[in-house]
Each structure stands twice: as structure tokens, then as C-alpha cells.
T-cell receptor, first 115, second 117 residues
Framework: NAGVMQNPRHLVRRRGQEARLRCSPM?????VYWYRQLPEEGLKFMVY????????ESGMPKERFSAEFPKEGPSILRIQQVVRGDSAAYFC?????????????FGPGTRLTVL | AQTVTQSQPEMSVQEAETVTLSCTYD???????LFWYKQPPSRQMILVIR??????QNATENRFSVNFQKAAKSFSLKISDSQLGDTAMYFC??????????????FGTGTRLQVTL
């Protein structure tokens, strides 16, 4: 069973461009979380999605950021008109269906660099 | 809202020795989980140990154990017989237990542990 996959692992964008980060959860997992790790900081929650639904987006910046998890295909975190402050590592985690407790399994992260 | 505080930005320990990493948290929740994650230079997040708040017994996983003091809202990690492969950033994390649904993790700022010869 393959783990959580994220691509690309490294992404370089110029200011004003769009960044698309992809996350394929583990097989059988229907919950996806996105976290952002700024340099020398801990991970901060951005958004929690189930298939075709955003459950909690309390950590998402109000502008330029969006996320989706379609019925088919990976979850996408999209950042429009990137700025230097968006440079960070973006981690995706997945967990199985709802339950009392479900461990979140992390992907290797995508390191975004904005020039 | 929950907060997690790690007051030790960096720690160093000699191989085979024991080290304790500190973590405190603040919450008004009564049901929750606490975690320690390891992030080696590869940046992969690896779950080290988990503690359910309703359990009084401290969790243990091989060389890793925790000292969970619920009243003091303290959750320290003890690494025994430290190995060079333990060199990493260690993050303490909190998860509210929301019956029937998964929940987000709240992380501390991390402690960088260096194991030396």
C-alpha cells in the first residue's frame, strides 16, 4: 500500500504565477488535510477536505488560496498570484473514514519557492 | 482555540544518553490526543508516539516514552539510549477529539535535537 504521495516535490514560481500542488491520499483514505510549514516553524493547518467537500478551511488565507478534493483524482491546493511569503513546505496528510480516532499519514511535502 | 508551546528550540545529547523534550499546551477541551512527531532532514513527518488524554498511563514506544501531566497540561518526551538516527526536529501536537469526525492537528514550533558521538 503506497503512502501519501505529493507532487511535485519541489516547485519554483515567479511572483504573480500560479502554483498547483497535488496530493494523492493513501488507498482507502477519504480525508485529506493540508498544512503549511514556513521556514524554521511548525506545521500550521490550512484546510480539511473529504471527497467533493471542504469540511474546515479555517486556516486558509482568505485570498488567492483554494483547495479541492474531487470525486476522482488527487486533492489540489492552488495558490494564485504567488508572493514571496508563500515560500514554504506544504504537507498533505490523509486519514481513513470517520471514527473516534484516525491517524493522519503525511506525505513528503512540496517545497514551494517563489522568486 | 488550542495552543502548543515548545520552549526548547534546540537540544543536544550524547549517543546512548537520555534526553527529555518539553511541551505544554492550553485547551478547554476535555477529550483530546497529544502526539510527538519527528521530522528528520528528509522533512518527512513521522509519528513517534501518541497519548489519549483520558488515559492516565503514560504511552511508551520502545525507547520513547512520555510524561503526561493532564492537570499541568504538560506532555514531555523522553528518549532513552539516544541514537544518531534520532537527530531531527521534534514537534509536539494536539488534536481535539471530535466524536465521529477527524480533526486537525495543532503543532508546536519544534525542538531541534542533535545526537552527538
Amino acid at each position: 500500500n503506497a503512502g501519501v504521495m505529493q507532487n511535485p516535490r519541489h516547485l519554483v514560481r515567479r511572483r504573480g504565477q500560479e502554483a498547483r500542488l497535488r496530493c494523492s491520499p493513501m488507498k482507502g483514505h477519504s480525508h485529506v488535510y493540508w498544512y503549511r510549514q514556513l521556514p524554521e516553524e511548525g506545521l500550521k493547518f490550512m484546510v480539511y477536505l473529504q471527497k467533493e467537500n471542504i469540511i474546515d478551511e479555517s486556516g486558509m488565507p482568505k485570498e488567492r488560496f483554494s483547495a479541492e478534493f474531487p470525486k476522482e483524482g488527487p486533492s489540489i491546493l492552488r495558490i494564485q498570484q504567488v508572493v514571496r511569503g508563500d515560500s514554504a513546505a506544504y504537507f498533505c496528510a490523509s486519514s481513513p473514514q470517520r471514527g473516534t480516532y484516525n491517524e493522519q499519514f503525511f506525505g513528503p511535502g512540496t517545497r514551494l519557492t517563489v522568486l | 482555540a488550542q495552543t502548543v508551546t515548545q520552549s526548547q528550540p534546540e537540544m543536544s545529547v550524547q549517543e546512548a544518553e537520555t534526553v527529555t523534550l518539553s511541551c505544554t499546551y492550553d485547551t478547554s477541551e476535555s477529550n483530546y490526543y497529544l502526539f510527538w512527531y519527528k521530522q528528520p532532514p528528509s522533512r518527512q513527518m513521522i509519528l513517534v508516539i501518541r497519548q489519549e488524554a483520558y488515559k492516565q498511563q503514560n504511552a511508551t514506544e520502545n525507547r520513547f516514552s512520555v510524561n503526561f501531566q493532564k492537570a499541568a497540561k504538560s506532555f514531555s518526551l523522553k528518549i532513552s539510549d539516544s541514537q544518531l538516527g534520532d537527530t531531527a526536529m521534534y514537534f509536539c501536537a494536539f488534536m481535539k477529539l471530535d466524536t465521529g469526525t477527524a480533526s486537525k492537528l495543532t503543532f508546536g514550533t519544534g525542538t531541534r535535537l542533535q545526537v552527538t558521538l
